[in-house]
T-cell receptor, first 111, second 113 residues
Framework: KQEVTQIPAALSVPEGENLVLNCSFT??????LQWFRQDPGKGLTSLLL?????REQTSGRLNASLDKSSGRSTLYIAASQPGDSATYLC??????????FGPGTRLSVLP | SQTIHQWPATLVQPVGSPLSLECTVE??????LYWYRQAAGRGLQLLFY??????ISSEVPQNLSASRPQDRQFILSSKKLLLSDSGFYLC????????????FGPGTRLTVL
């Protein structure tokens, strides 16, 4: 059964720093891995999806990598801004099963 | 691209009252649809999913039920709410045309008093 964890649970950084959020999964036979952002009281916004055949995806200041052999994905945020403050969740999808979500990392970017 | 609508946005209901939350999807056809609950300080819990009209799978036994009367409509119901049903309810769809990417609606905040 797929299990997903995220470290750290919370992170506070000054504006302008580059940062890395970590996501680990136990079943390496994933079909894709998706990163989401959730603002307080809002739904989840899809940030990046990495297919199992890919090693990374980029969107603006965000870069997500995938290493299936080690069961890890990282979300890199460059030049962080206060507007990046939110909870970031990763979700692993094994084909034919349901998505399994991590507990999230709560990010605060201080001005 | 698809858009997911949920209503109501917020709801306050007394214990024992019925519940009906609605989710509709635009911009795609024959989507897989999901209901999740997010309790305060906890992660996402999958409640129900549907691969087609009238097809519902339940992940967690509880006093909630789901129905899919139309291709792009998904309804979450209860006959009698419990205090423990309070939470943030999210509807999502999976787009098989976009490598199974999952998209979420804005959510419904339910408070049971």
């Amino acid at each position: 059964k797929q299990e997903v964890t995220q470290i750290p649970a919370a992170l506070s950084v000054p504006e302008g720093e580059n940062l890395v959020l970590n996501c680990s999964f136990t079943d390496s036979a994933i079909y894709n891995l998706q990163w989401f952002r959730q603002d307080p009281g809002k739904g989840l916004t899809s940030l990046l999806l990495i297919q199992s055949s890919q090693r990374e995806q980029t969107s603006g200041r965000l870069n997500a990598s995938l290493d299936k052999s080690s069961g890890r994905s990282t979300l890199y945020i460059a030049a962080s801004q206060p507007g990046d403050s939110a909870t970031y969740l990763c979700a692993a999808y094994n084909y034919g099963q349901n998505f399994v979500f991590g507990p999230g990392t709560r990010l605060s970017v201080l001005p | 691209s698809q858009t997911i609508h949920q209503w109501p946005a917020t709801l306050v209901q007394p214990v024992g009252s019925p519940l009906s939350l609605e989710c509709t999807v635009e911009g795609t056809s024959n989507p897989n649809l999901y209901w999740y609950r997010q309790a305060a300080g906890r992660g996402l819990q999958l409640l129900f999913y549907s691969v087609g009209i009238g097809q519902i799978s339940s992940e967690v036994p509880q006093n909630l039920s789901a129905s899919r009367p139309q291709d792009r409509q998904f309804i979450l119901s209860s006959k009698k709410l419990l205090l423990s049903d309070s939470g943030f309810y999210l509807c999502a769809c999976r787009d098989i045309k976009r490598y199974d990417e999952q998209f979420f609606g804005p959510g419904t905040r339910l408070t049971v008093l």
